[in-house]
């Protein structure tokens, strides 16, 4: 159910001028960290605050009604600052004062109702009272002073016990954000004031977590007690034993159940959630909510809810400036085909970098450290680079979760002159490089448009650091201290360089170990241009590990861990160019905008 139909900022915060974003049932608001998303939900609640305590005092006092009311900020637990001037954008006060205006959901129309902040010298209080045109009708007013909202943020650590609390100081608590104190209370208000509510709370656990809670109820140490039973365990477990995740939804859904008709803010409710409950928790959520007359608005990093929340209300938020993208049809219709994440990272970095798979990414990586390369920086802050595989070449016991979770998004299978001219059509000062394996093709780079194609001159990038050299030295390395394998390295290699480099020609293997360094560097170079090394490796040490009878130094997952001990003059030019044009890609980007 929709009680507020949007919200406006000004001077709050992250939020300079006025900015408005749209809420719905349920608002998604997304972007990086730090961008203004948690602000959201601060307005709403510092603006819920203010007009309860200007109601409240004015309503017992005989003083003129539109002054301001005195707000000490140690009595605003939602939106705890050190100072309040902390509240202002960039701490100015003097200025104008801090505005935050919601639509209000009168007989199914908004209507603006703004409460206006003032700050005091003291650093300790604010004053505030509604803005005088919003008090011209009353019904508006009566809508906003009555709708209870709640901010919720993640679950901190839960105790052993926890003492009985009186309703009122239930608030309390909530409102400081110490919803780990009071969850059993909650669970046992509900219990005794709605049995069947408590039923039905109990079945969305048995469903998402697949337990059964047992009945809060107060022991004889006036503490509440309460537990849960599962698959396998002799007996009830105490709530404490339960997962980060199990708790924060058995306090949201307690949570809609106790106030029903409220607006509730919610930080973050997937946050301790596996991927594939987190679409199956949105679901719960939007209808649960809808069911108990309630609004939800929610910040969350989550790929899934962030492609669920695309088709109703889904706000990116950039450095304080919202977009709402399931607004706009062009970019939604758009985003359906490959992820609104490939948009939002897109709009965030103002760049896309293509590579086959993950590997690639920790191959270029090592290779900046091993150069002392700009790029390396870049490369290590995911917040700056943004990478889109165009095939997973991860092996599946391996597999990372980022390689995981674009596996599971269909993040793979786009060309991508595809993705990148999809994308740029809706962020037109977006660029992309593309850097791929040659796989023994011969093929060329190109420029098309602001899309920068490079690729490596040999088979794969694994070919630019892996020699017999490396290779014999890593293979010792791994066998260090069982002297009695101590030929076996060069056994191994010799007999794979043999068949799998040399094609099985004694004579040419001869030439090889015979020729001096620089020429047997060279027809190495010559022999393995076409040649996948990685597998070599890989080969090389599954052969190694087969002889000795010792676990497997090296997996194609981990190759790149050898490019710290390789020879920086096997690293050449090429390499750097790679570098230099990430670098290029990634140093000069910021976010950009849309038409």
């Not at 001219?421 to 850097?435: Q, S």
């Not at 799998?500 to 027809?523: H, L, P, Q």
């Amino acid at each position: 159910m929709k009680h507020l139909h949007y919200v406006e900022i000004e001077n709050f915060k992250r939020y300079g001028k006025k900015q408005r974003i749209d809420l719905d049932h349920p608002a998604v608001l997304i972007g990086p960290n730090n961008c203004g998303k948690t602000s959201v939900l601060q307005a709403i609640a510092l603006w819920s605050i203010g007009l309860r305590t200007w109601r409240a005092e004015s309503e017992n006092s005989k003083a003129e009604k539109k002054t301001g009311r005195p707000l000490n900020r140690l009595s605003i637990l939602a939106v705890p600052v050190p100072k309040t001037r902390h509240f202002w954008n960039n701490f100015r006060v003097s200025e104008r004062p801090l505005v935050i205006t919601l639509g209000v959901d009168v007989s199914g129309q908004p209507k603006p109702f703004s409460m206006i902040f003032r700050h005091h010298a003291s650093d300790e209080l604010v004053y505030c009272q509604p803005d005088p045109d919003s008090m011209r009708d009353y019904t508006v007013f009566a809508a906003a002073a009555d709708l209870e909202v709640s901010l919720l943020y993640p679950m901190s650590g839960i105790s052993a016990d926890e003492a009985i609390i009186q309703p009122k100081r239930i608030d309390y608590f909530m409102g400081r954000g110490s919803t780990a104190e009071v969850l059993r209370n909650i669970c046992l208000q509900i219990h005794q004031t709605a049995p069947s509510d408590w039923r039905e709370v109990a079945g969305l656990m048995r469903r998402l977590f697949h337990v059964e809670l047992g009945a809060p109820v107060e022991n004889e140490k006036g503490a509440v007690d309460l537990g849960y039973s599962q698959p396998g365990a002799s007996g009830e477990m105490d709530l404490s034993l339960s997962g980060r995740g199990f708790q924060q939804m058995l306090l949201i859904f307690a949570h809609l159940f106790l106030h029903k008709g409220s607006v509730l803010l919610v930080d973050e409710p997937d946050a301790h959630l596996e991927i594939l409950r987190q679409q199956q928790v949105f679901t719960l959520l939007r209808d649960i909510a809808r069911r108990n007359r309630c609004q939800v608005v929610l910040v969350t990093h989550s790929e899934v809810v962030l492609a669920e929340a695309l088709e109703t209300n889904l706000t990116l938020i950039l450095d304080g400036k919202p977009d709402n993208l399931a607004g706009r049809t062009e970019i939604k219709n758009a985003l359906k085909h490959f992820g609104a994440e490939h948009y939002v990272r897109a709009r965030e970095t103002g760049h896309v970098l293509y590579v086959e798979g993950s590997t690639d990414v920790d191959m270029l990586r090592a290779f900046a450290r091993k150069l002392n390369h700009s790029a390396a920086e870049l490369i290590e802050d995911g917040a700056k680079l943004n990478v889109y595989y165009l095939q997973d070449n991860y092996p599946e016991a391996e597999r990372p979760p980022e390689a995981e979770l674009e596996r599971v998004e269909g993040g793979y299978g786009l060309k991508p002159e595809d993705h990148f001219h999809a994308l740029r059509r809706m962020l037109p000062a977006l660029r992309g490089l593309v850097i791929q394996d040659n796989d023994g093709r011969n093929r060329l780079d190109g420029q098309f448009g602001e899309l920068k194609k490079l690729y490596w001159r040999r088979y794969e990038a694994e070919n630019y650091f892996i020699t017999p050299e490396l290779l014999l030295a890593e293979g010792h390395r791994a066998l260090s201290g069982a002297e009695l394998f101590s030929h076996q390295p060069a056994e191994v290699l010799r007999s794979l360089l043999l068949t799998k480099v040399f094609d099985g020609s004694e004579e040419d293997m001869a030439n090889y170990e015979r020729a001096d360094e620089s020429t047997r560097k060279t027809i190495w170079r010559a022999q393995t241009l076409q040649r996948k090394l990685s597998v070599l490796a890989e080969e090389y040490f599954r052969d190694l590990a087969r002889a000795t009878g010792t676990a497997m130094a090296f997996t194609k997952g981990g190759l790149h861990d050898m490019v710290a001990r390789c020879d920086v003059a096997e690293l050449d030019g090429e390499v750097k160019e790679k570098l230099d044009a990430i670098a290029a890609l990634v140093g000069s980007n910021g976010s950009t905008a849309t038409h």
